[in-house]
């Protein structure tokens, strides 16, 4: 059961460059997120899908699109990098509430743009 | 302001001795305070939770005290061992989604 599967795992972008990263999921959960994380500031929300058909902006959506391609599938688009995305990416995904709380993350994508 | 906050920045522990990380948050929205825990090169994995009505909740050698009240958690590590030395981070969830709201997290170093 390989739970929250992303790629690429490591990507080297120059900037103006676009690229997407993918993220599926073999739970059968409904919600699906994306999340960035920087040294000192945690992770943060970038987009999320409370079920397959949605997606909603999370705390710094900027520069970023998504797509829910089916309920297994949440990919990230960045259309025109920038230095400031560099970071690591986490797909995560959950049940939707009240039935689940657990949220399951992916191993990330680490993503440098020079 | 969906905001949680948490401290210590880093932690260093003896090995058998009691590690602390306390985390606060503002909004009262928040029902659902789980705390994850990151090795390098790895995702976040949830550790423990708690909901806001119990005041402690115990699995093993991890404890979460929540103060209500207080608008304070905090997590308590038994018996830390070097295992145990990753990066810790408190958060807070919120919405029909189950976003979460991270804290900055701790990184715990237990040395033999």
């Known amino acids: 059961n390989a739970g929250v599967t992303q790629t690429p795992k490591f990507q080297v972008l120059k900037t103006g460059q676009s690229m997407t990263l993918q993220c599926a999921q073999d739970?059968?959960?409904?919600?699906m997120y994306w999340y960035r994380q920087d040294p000192g500031m945690g992770l943060r929300l970038i987009y999320y899908s409370a079920s397959e058909g949605t997606t909603d902006k999370g705390e710094v959506p900027n520069g970023y699109n998504v797509s829910r391609l089916n309920k297994r599938e949440f990919s990230l688009r960045l259309e025109s990098a920038a230095p400031s995305q560099t970071s690591v990416y986490f797909c995560?995904?959950?049940?939707?509430?009240?039935?689940?709380?657990?949220?399951?993350f992916g191993e990330g994508s680490w993503l440098t743009v020079v | 302001q969906q905001q949680v906050k948490q401290s210590p920045q880093s932690l260093i522990v003896q090995k058998g001795g009691i590690s602390i990380i306390n985390c606060a948050y503002e909004?009262?929205?928040?029902?659902?305070f789980p705390w994850y825990q990151q090795f390098p090169g790895k995702g976040p994995a949830l550790l423990i939770a708690?909901?806001?009505?119990?005041s402690e909740k115990k699995e093993g050698r991890f404890t979460i005290s929540f103060n209500k009240s207080a608008k304070q958690f905090s997590l308590h590590i038994m018996d830390s061992q070097p295992g145990d030395s990753a990066t810790y981070f408190c958060a807070a969830s919120w919405g029909s989604a189950r976003q979460l709201t991270f804290g900055s997290g701790t990184q715990l170093t237990v040395l033999p």
């Open positions: 708690i909901r806001p009505d119990v």
């Open positions: 995560a995904s959950s049940e939707t509430f009240p039935s689940g709380n657990t949220i399951y």
């Open positions: 739970m059968n959960h409904n919600s």
């Open positions: 909004n009262t929205a928040f029902d659902y």
